[in-house]
């Protein structure tokens, strides 16, 4: 557990993490990497990634989108939401938020370098909806992030 200890935080920017987190607990690389394949194949670790700071990665916009869909129908909207670049998280809540919204994705927009354009959270919208046949949704804006940290757990 002590790698699982070490890993669930900010993993080091440098050339080998692995090497490194294996020097701290007496293994090499490889043992590091198989000890963190084999948590993954026994369930005790379900996803490794990185999380973005958005911000610091030029997307200066985001935002939460929730969309009325109807329960037959939410799969295959789903599935349509989660396929553009945009969005970055889309899932189905239930109970539906106010009773009626059961799909919430997370979009994300990018500075170009030349501004983003009063109406780019409209515009995407727009495709969206137009993809789905959805047209009953929420737009909520993220103004302020005030805790963004990885879950640790040991």
Known sequence: MQIASLIQGDIPLIKCPFKHIGELTGSGEQDVLGIIEDMMKKGVIRKFGAILRHQKAGFKRNAML??????????????????????????????????????????????NGHGLRDNEYELLIQRLSSATGIKDYLLLISEEEFKKNSMEYF
């Open 66 to 111: 929730l969309w009325a869909v109807p329960p037959s129908k939410s799969e295959a909207v789903g599935n349509i939401l989660a396929s553009f670049p945009e969005i970055t998280h889309c899932y189905q809540r239930t109970p539906a938020f106010a009773g009626k919204y059961n799909i919430f994705t997370m979009i994300h927009l990018r500075d």
